[in-house]
């Protein structure tokens, strides 16, 4: 083959090297990498913030103020700040261990594994939501299982399903989440029959933190129409270190 023909090949072989390169940059990231951008965007690597959570039945609804502070993925603290009647209780998780403190009765319950799934406060949230005692990273594996046109923007479908050896009930997750920006519109949860559990939506999308996020979360249960748990996020402080005082019994039982 003369020289002429490999230079003319290898000038062919360029541009469609160049395409194809150009094609895999285009791909969404693989699922892990999609949730691990999410957990980042929703929690940072520390979070000081004030939520408002109401709890909604088609008999009656109330409304929590809470305080929040999490160093992932070691360490939780919830406070109840509102209303009075509630005041003071607090949850503190530190590795796989949960407390629940009760002003009222001045008392720390230690909550075992087997109740990581219970409600929280009668919230459609559980235990292992408010305290992220499970980690949607460590406990899962990840897939992408489709990407969907929704509101004309293409949306990535993640399927989280839990390891063989990890301490959680979900038989899987779902994430729908932009691919343009990653930003999280919803998660479905399934049960290991394969039945839907509850679904959370994630909306009211605005700048908290200096991050711009979902600040509206509405979690409803399938089986109980007309009950939902809406947490809205007031304001947060993203990726700054929280002192070791806020993760300690002793600060468990401070009013």
């Known amino acids: 083959m003369n020289t002429r023909r490999v230079l003319l090949r290898l000038a062919a072989a360029v541009p469609l090297a160049a395409l194809a390169t150009a094609g895999v940059r285009a791909q969404p ?18 979070v000081q913030g004030e939520y408002e959570m109401t709890i909604a039945t088609p008999r009656w609804q109330r409304t929590l103020g809470l305080r929040l502070w999490m ?18 209780i607090g949850s503190l998780r530190i590795g796989t261990e949960m407390w629940n403190y009760l002003p009222n009765v001045e008392r720390i319950v230690k909550i075992p594994p087997s109740m990581m799934l219970q409600p929280w406060m009668g919230s459609d949230f559980t235990n292992d939501d ?3 005692e499970s980690s949607i990273l460590d406990d899962y ?32 997750i779902v994430y729908w989440v932009r691919r343009a920006d990653t930003m999280p519109l ?54 700054r270190p929280v002192d070791d005082e ?8 401070k009013r």
């Open 186 to 239: 919803k998660q479905e949860f399934f049960s290991e029959r394969g039945e839907r559990v509850r679904v959370l939506v994630f909306s009211d999308v605005r700048q908290v933190g200096g991050r711009i996020l979902p600040t509206r979360w509405e979690m409803r249960p399938d089986a109980k129409p007309g009950n939902s748990t809406t947490v809205v996020l007031k304001e947060a402080t993203f990726d």
């Open 29 to 46: 990231p693989e699922g892990r990498e999609i949730l691990d951008k999410v957990e980042k965007l929703l929690w940072g690597s520390t």
């Open 246 to 253: 806020i993760f300690s019994q002793r600060n468990l039982q």
């Open 141 to 172: 594996t990840h897939k992408v299982l489709a990407t969907v046109q929704l509101d004309g923007a293409a949306v990535v479908q993640v399927e989280a399903v839990p390891k063989p050896d990890a301490a959680v009930v979900w038989g899987r």
């Open 71 to 88: 160093d992932r993925p070691r360490r939780s603290f919830v406070r109840i700040l509102s209303p009075a009647k509630e005041a003071g």
């Open 130 to 132: 408010l305290v992220k």
